[in-house]
């Protein structure tokens, strides 16, 4: 009966060390400048002087255009984890984003980098308005106090070089959002146990070719809530060591009574 009871203390404390899986949904539900769980930035190459981040005419949608475009766009995103325990061991980091396209052109890939210059800012302001202390832009990280070691984010300095994952996307024109899911769970272990800052990440078009076509993009605050990107992020908490030893010393003392009744 001594032997059966510490059997099953020990298996209790063993499960205990990985159960309470956490799931967390991250996904702003909440208008502009209400909510700070996801902030956006646009990086427009060639325009420097007026904000191209929130657009309620568009639904707040960006338009992404490949490197090869005269004018390449891309888009910055960050999520904050900042309820996630910093000693909470990631399962699981999935990034969803919703995309449609506009125009003709071949089939192409987006990418998700980390950014690593440092932090940038949404900032203030309206669509279309001039940049502010605060803003993104194409050459800035934050206007006129920290810019990007080349523009768009493009600098080795400025973002991880290898990409976290590739979405190839083939061109449906009309075909309406389509969702896609980028697995982050490497980048999320490090941002959650502090070994990197979260600056979030750029999310850029390799190729779009030198056309009109482009990637339609719903930023956090899209009009329609379920197409707005999210996180979702699953995590276990491990149980403190002495536990785990603790456990070991009751399969321990469990064995040593099963030798000495034999």
Avoid: C
């Avoid at 899986?21 to 502009?32: F, P, Y």
């Avoid at 904050?80 to 990034?95: C, E, Q």
């Avoid at 493009?154 to 980028?182: C, E, M, R």
């Amino acid at each position: 009966m001594r032997i059966a009871l510490l059997l099953t203390l020990a298996l209790v404390f063993v499960l205990g060390t990985v159960a309470g899986a956490t799931q967390v949904v991250i996904r702003d539900t909440l208008a502009k400048g209400v909510s700070t769980s996801v902030q956006d930035g646009y990086m427009r190459s060639g325009s420097e002087v007026n904000l191209h981040n929130y657009n309620p005419a568009e639904g707040t949608e960006v338009r992404l255009f490949g490197d090869t475009n005269a004018a390449p766009r891309r888009m910055l995103q960050w999520f904050d984890l900042s309820s996630i325990p910093t000693n909470a061991t990631i399962t699981s980091a999935t990034y969803s984003v919703w995309i449609d396209d506009v125009g003709t052109i071949a089939t192409t890939a987006l990418q998700l980098r980390r950014i690593t210059a440092g932090p940038w800012g949404e900032g203030p302001g309206a669509w279309n308005t001039p940049l502010q202390a605060g803003n993104p832009s194409w050459t800035w990280r934050i206007y006129n106090t920290a810019a990007w070691q080349a523009g768009g984010a493009g600098g080795v300095n400025d973002t991880d070089q290898t990409p976290a994952g590739v979405i190839n996307f083939n061109w449906l024109t009309g075909s309406g959002y389509i969702k896609h899911d980028v697995g982050v769970t490497s980048w999320v272990q490090a941002w959650v146990n502090g070994s990197v800052d979260n600056f979030g990440f750029v999310f850029k078009a390799l190729d779009t070719g030198t056309g009109s076509g482009y990637y339609k993009v719903p930023q956090s605050e899209q009009l329609d809530v379920l197409v707005r990107p999210m996180l979702t992020v699953d995590y276990v908490i491990p149980e403190p060591s002495s536990l785990l030893a603790f456990a070991t010393g009751l399969i321990g003392l469990a064995g040593m009574a099963i030798r000495r009744k034999r």
